[in-house]
């Protein structure tokens, strides 16, 4: 979508017209989406963020000060949202078995490098998640988090060398 049919949209919205929001979910839908996913690593999770965040913007959308930034606005929407959900479930105490479905056959490793992944940084973490575990390529991923390209290159990079240092100070060989 054009900015300019972006910017149409969203002051129809404002005004009242619910089935302006609708196209905005059309458009934004599958990138709000793909950021829930490349945070949180669940699907179920990530669509239920993901409506929510919509669901959030269709409610706060007087709040947006620039009709023209809508895409940026929502991805905000979405990352704070997830790492809300972070947050929460990290002061709960909950003893999860592993995954059944794990990419690794060791349900210990996979744990391990579950753990090791969560203590990345966001901006870190959705890159590599999004590149290695949803297979994402990195122009699709720039496009997802507003970034350009060679930043995915480095944050992926540094996300790598930060994976292996957390694994090795654990005693895992990488």
């Not at 105490?93 to 060791?106: A, M």
């Not at 490098?113 to 122009?139: C, I, M, W």
Request: charged residues 30%; hydrophobic residues 40%; glycine residues 6%.
């Amino acid at each position: 979508m054009d900015a300019k049919a972006e910017k149409t949209l969203v002051i129809s919205c404002r005004n009242g017209d619910r089935g302006a929001y609708a196209g905005l979910v059309k458009a934004h839908s599958s990138r709000v989406f793909a950021i829930c996913l490349g945070m949180l690593g669940n699907q179920h999770d990530a669509e239920d963020m993901a409506q929510q965040t919509l669901l959030k913007g269709f409610t706060r959308i007087g709040n947006l000060q620039n009709s023209e930034r809508f895409a940026h606005w929502i991805a905000q929407i979405a990352r704070r949202a997830c790492v809300d959900l972070i947050r929460r479930r990290k002061t709960q105490v909950v003893d999860r078995e592993p995954r059944q479905s794990s990419p690794i056959g060791d349900p210990e490793t996979y744990r391990r490098l579950e753990a090791a992944l969560a203590q990345l940084h966001e901006d870190y973490r959705v890159p590599l998640l999004l590149f290695y575990f949803n297979g994402r390529s990195t122009k699709s991923i720039a496009e997802t988090l507003d970034i350009s390209q060679a930043a995915v290159q480095t944050r992926l990079s540094r996300a790598r060398k930060q994976l292996r240092k957390l694994l090795a100070e654990k005693g895992e060989h990488v």
